[in-house]
Nanobody, 118 residues
Framework: QVHLVESGGGLVHTGGSLRLSCTAS????????MGWYRQCPGKERERVAV??????IYEGFAQGRFTVSRNGAGNTVYLQMNNLKPEDTAVYYC?????????????WGRGTQVTVSS
Protein backbone atom coordinates (compact mmCIF):
# COMPACT_ATOMS: atom_id res chain seq x y z
CA GLN A 1 0.00 0.00 0.00
CA VAL A 2 0.92 3.68 -0.01
CA HIS A 3 0.59 6.50 2.47
CA LEU A 4 -0.35 9.90 1.09
CA VAL A 5 0.50 13.31 2.47
CA GLU A 6 -1.07 16.39 0.91
CA SER A 7 -0.04 20.02 1.17
CA GLY A 8 -0.64 23.36 -0.47
CA GLY A 9 -4.20 24.25 0.37
CA GLY A 10 -5.19 27.62 1.75
CA LEU A 11 -7.14 30.80 1.24
CA VAL A 12 -6.91 32.71 -2.03
CA HIS A 13 -8.86 35.49 -3.72
CA THR A 14 -10.86 34.99 -6.89
CA GLY A 15 -8.51 34.76 -9.83
CA GLY A 16 -5.61 33.58 -7.72
CA SER A 17 -3.57 30.40 -7.94
CA LEU A 18 -2.61 27.54 -5.68
CA ARG A 19 -0.53 24.44 -6.17
CA LEU A 20 -1.41 21.29 -4.29
CA SER A 21 1.11 18.53 -3.73
CA CYS A 22 0.66 14.94 -2.66
CA THR A 23 3.57 12.66 -1.88
CA ALA A 24 3.18 8.91 -1.67
CA SER A 25 5.38 6.62 0.35
CA UNK A 26 5.36 2.86 0.22
CA UNK A 27 4.81 0.65 -2.79
CA UNK A 28 5.40 3.22 -5.52
CA UNK A 29 5.84 0.72 -8.40
CA UNK A 30 2.33 -0.55 -7.64
CA UNK A 31 0.79 2.79 -8.56
CA UNK A 32 -1.21 2.85 -11.78
CA UNK A 33 -2.58 6.37 -11.55
CA MET A 34 -2.63 9.37 -9.24
CA GLY A 35 -4.91 12.32 -9.10
CA TRP A 36 -7.29 14.57 -7.28
CA TYR A 37 -10.90 14.61 -6.22
CA ARG A 38 -12.70 17.35 -4.38
CA GLN A 39 -15.76 17.75 -2.21
CA CYS A 40 -17.48 21.11 -2.33
CA PRO A 41 -19.67 22.15 0.61
CA GLY A 42 -22.94 20.23 0.55
CA LYS A 43 -21.98 18.19 -2.51
CA GLU A 44 -20.72 14.75 -3.37
CA ARG A 45 -17.04 14.10 -3.92
CA GLU A 46 -16.14 14.58 -7.57
CA ARG A 47 -13.14 13.84 -9.71
CA VAL A 48 -10.91 16.75 -10.68
CA ALA A 49 -8.01 15.28 -12.63
CA VAL A 50 -6.08 12.04 -13.07
CA UNK A 51 -2.63 11.28 -14.44
CA UNK A 52 -1.21 7.95 -15.51
CA UNK A 53 1.21 6.63 -18.12
CA UNK A 54 -1.68 6.86 -20.54
CA UNK A 55 -2.07 10.58 -20.11
CA UNK A 56 -4.27 12.99 -18.18
CA ILE A 57 -7.98 13.35 -17.68
CA TYR A 58 -9.70 16.53 -16.55
CA GLU A 59 -13.26 17.21 -15.61
CA GLY A 60 -14.91 20.04 -17.47
CA PHE A 61 -14.58 22.63 -14.71
CA ALA A 62 -10.85 21.94 -14.45
CA GLN A 63 -10.05 21.98 -18.15
CA GLY A 64 -7.95 24.98 -19.07
CA ARG A 65 -7.51 26.18 -15.48
CA PHE A 66 -6.01 23.23 -13.64
CA THR A 67 -2.94 21.19 -14.52
CA VAL A 68 -2.13 17.81 -13.01
CA SER A 69 1.45 16.58 -13.14
CA ARG A 70 3.70 14.00 -11.55
CA ASN A 71 7.36 14.10 -10.64
CA GLY A 72 9.99 11.93 -12.28
CA ALA A 73 10.18 9.52 -9.37
CA GLY A 74 6.46 8.92 -9.70
CA ASN A 75 5.71 9.43 -6.05
CA THR A 76 4.41 13.01 -6.06
CA VAL A 77 1.41 14.41 -7.88
CA TYR A 78 0.69 18.09 -8.22
CA LEU A 79 -2.39 20.10 -9.03
CA GLN A 80 -1.70 23.59 -10.29
CA MET A 81 -4.90 25.60 -10.03
CA ASN A 82 -5.14 28.94 -11.79
CA ASN A 83 -7.93 31.48 -12.14
CA LEU A 84 -9.64 30.11 -9.08
CA LYS A 85 -13.30 30.82 -8.50
CA PRO A 86 -15.41 30.77 -5.33
CA GLU A 87 -17.08 27.58 -6.59
CA ASP A 88 -13.69 25.87 -6.43
CA THR A 89 -13.88 26.08 -2.65
CA ALA A 90 -13.65 22.49 -1.45
CA VAL A 91 -11.62 19.91 0.36
CA TYR A 92 -9.24 18.44 -2.20
CA TYR A 93 -8.25 14.81 -1.85
CA CYS A 94 -5.30 13.09 -3.41
CA UNK A 95 -5.83 9.50 -4.51
CA UNK A 96 -3.81 6.62 -5.87
CA UNK A 97 -5.17 3.81 -7.98
CA UNK A 98 -3.12 0.61 -7.87
CA UNK A 99 -2.20 -1.74 -10.67
CA UNK A 100 -4.33 -4.84 -11.00
CA UNK A 101 -3.39 -7.71 -8.76
CA UNK A 102 -1.35 -5.87 -6.16
CA UNK A 103 -3.81 -6.69 -3.43
CA UNK A 104 -4.93 -3.27 -2.30
CA UNK A 105 -7.48 -0.78 -3.46
CA UNK A 106 -7.59 2.93 -4.05
CA UNK A 107 -5.81 4.95 -1.40
CA TRP A 108 -6.84 8.43 -0.28
CA GLY A 109 -5.18 11.33 1.44
CA ARG A 110 -6.83 13.14 4.32
CA GLY A 111 -7.66 16.16 2.23
CA THR A 112 -6.55 19.76 2.10
CA GLN A 113 -8.89 22.74 2.29
CA VAL A 114 -8.99 25.25 -0.53
CA THR A 115 -11.03 28.38 0.04
CA VAL A 116 -11.55 30.97 -2.67
CA SER A 117 -12.95 34.27 -1.52
CA SER A 118 -14.98 36.52 -3.79
Amino acid sequence: QVHLVESGGGLVHTGGSLRLSCTASGSIPSILAMGWYRQCPGKERERVAVISSGGTIYEGFAQGRFTVSRNGAGNTVYLQMNNLKPEDTAVYYCFVAPRLGVGWGDQWGRGTQVTVSS
